[in-house]
């Protein structure tokens, strides 16, 4: 990046720092001021006024030239977790013309990289990626932007721009609550993928400080280095069928895993939750359908789809968001399967 260039971009973000908005609003006070209110109007231009600020215009011009795409960079299409996700988004999109691309990047970082700059060549009028975790220098770049990025599915107090989702170690923590409250003493956990899906891992680093500060730890654990699925779900519980008898419970890192362990025990004559109960995570569509039904944590991934369009939809019609994040929450199934 030039000097020229990053000169420009500080001052850019002096001035939306001093009038108490996002760059993205300063970007549209010089294109489009009559979207935004008089007061915003009028901090922005006290802003530049103080900073003696001169937009570069044809850069400028370069920049906002965008399409009608919003651009979905998801871990996987496979896994039904983000079906949800992209389904409501795409109808609230649509209905005042924008258009969901969905692009997956596998779990991996360096693939995410190099399908931003494919996404970007599109010139999306916005940007959504799940999770908080990025290459130092695609934070950057996405810091940089003028469009809108939004990160979905975790939260955190400072993301890079915009936030929808929930705390993936509360909701955890929720969950092992609700188990030490029914008299569960003996934990295992079954997952898989977790040097990859860093919410899964992160969930299980809650149960394990949970565990911890009750005086205990995971008895037995089994974590496959695969995709997610009940085929997965059963292998590991092979991994771990010697080890049953010490345990009362099982964590699964997500319900296709929990699945696939529901499946292992009643094909071995283990009763559920007789000799030991499963839970879960996600609330998927069959999870209340199983035999027995799965205990879970319902994520919201609908309203986490239809918030994250919403806050999209004021943001590319001038009107700046009354929070930058949106806690959309969780809810405790508490079914047969615990």
Known sequence: ???????????????AERAGVSEMTVSRFFRNPDLLSDDTRQRIADAVAAFNYVPNRMAQNLRNTTSDICALLVPTVTNSVFVDVISEMSIELEKVGFHVMVSSTGYDMEKEAQLLDTVMSFRPAAIVMPGLEHLPAIKERLRELTIPVVEIMDLTSEPIAYGVGFDQHVAQAALMEHLWSKGYR?????????????????????????????GTKFLAESVLDIGSSPEVGM??????????????????????????????????????????????????????????????????????????????????????????IIDTGFELFARDSA
């Open 1 to 15: 990046m030039s000097t020229k260039n990053s000169t420009k971009l500080k001052n850019a973000k002096a001035v």
């Open 235 to 324: 292998c590991a519980m092979a991994g771990m069928f010697e080890q049953l008898e010490h345990l009362d419970v099982l964590i699964c890192s997500n319900d296709d895993i929990a699945t696939g362990v529901l499946t292992f025990l009643h094909e071995h004559g283990i009763d559920v939750p007789g000799q030991i109960a499963v839970v879960g995570f996600n609330n998927l569509h069959f999870s209340a359908h199983l035999t027995p039904s799965l205990t879970t944590i319902d994520t919201r991934r609908p309203q986490i789809g239809r918030e994250t369009a919403r806050l999209l939809v004021d943001l590319l019609q001038g009107r700046e968001p009354k929070n930058r």
């Open 186 to 214: 003996k934990y295992g956990f079954v997952g898989t993928f977790l040097d990859h899906d860093i919410r899964a891992a992160k969930r299980k680093d809650a149960a394990s400080a949970f565990l911890k500060c009750h």
